[in-house]
């Protein structure tokens, strides 16, 4: 499986709400990383996990949590979005060793409203 | 720190023309430096890695180090080569980062 999957796709969600995004790698890999992406933009790190252990936080807004059960699994919960916060969050992961390419999913597409 | 510069926003080509998209990067030690490719509605894909000096689709990059560059050139563009590109650095360390550059909008038109 050379593929990294993402659940959901599309989620609109309430600004009390929490929800979570979900993704998950069969290729070894123990590097994951959450990215967001706006329209027509790079994609902006957030989080990166090796060997399921944070090791980067991006100044990201404690509204975003990231978590990693295992090495397949990396999850983002959301609490108290703004509709600021509307984009495609990307998830990747990659090697740790090397070579250092990263392979990413298809992302969620997060509506906030 | 490493930075990546991708100068054209956006590029038009006609089909069968030759299309070179720049990429300079900044960076005092050894670099790997990968070329993304996103295509309307999919995800983020690898095209290129400077270390395999692959061809992918045609396209071709080479580093040089002199011009701190990695530019993605193919001979004879196709219309199925519209998409975002975003050229990539990884500066190595145990931060596992890869710095994007702002990306270059490719148009193929008929």
């Known amino acids: 499986d050379t593929e990294v999957t993402q659940t959901p796709k599309h989620l609109v969600m309430g600004m009390t709400n929490k929800k979570s995004l979900k993704c998950e790698q069969h290729?070894?890999?123990?590097?994951m990383y959450w990215y967001k992406q706006k329209a027509k933009k790079p994609p902006e790190l957030m989080f990166v996990y090796s060997y399921e252990k944070l090791s980067i936080n991006e100044s990201v807004p404690s509204r975003f949590s990231p978590e990693c059960p295992n090495s397949s699994l990396l999850n983002l919960h959301l609490h108290a979005l703004q509709p600021e916060d509307s984009a495609l969050y990307l998830c990747a992961s990659s090697q740790v060793t090397g070579p250092h390419e990263q392979y990413f999913g298809p992302g969620t597409r997060l509506t906030v409203t | 720190a490493q930075r990546v510069t991708q100068p054209e926003k956006l590029l038009s080509v006609f089909k069968g023309a030759p299309v070179e998209l720049k990429c300079n990067y900044s960076?005092?030690?050894?670099?790997?430096l990968f070329w993304y490719v996103q295509y309307s509605r999919q995800r983020l894909q690898l095209l290129l890695r400077?270390?395999s000096r692959e061809s992918i689709k045609g396209f071709t990059a080479d580093l040089n180090k002199g011009e701190t560059s990695f530019h993605l050139k193919k001979p004879f563009a196709q219309e199925e080569d519209s998409a975002m590109y975003y050229c990539?650095?990884?500066?190595?360390?145990?931060?596992?980062?890869?710095?994007f550059g702002k990306g270059t909008l490719l148009t193929v038109n008929p």
């Open positions: 400077h270390i």
């Open positions: 990539a650095l990884y500066s190595g360390g145990s931060n596992y980062k890869l710095t």
């Open positions: 960076y005092s030690g050894s670099p790997e």
């Open positions: 290729m070894g890999h123990r590097a």
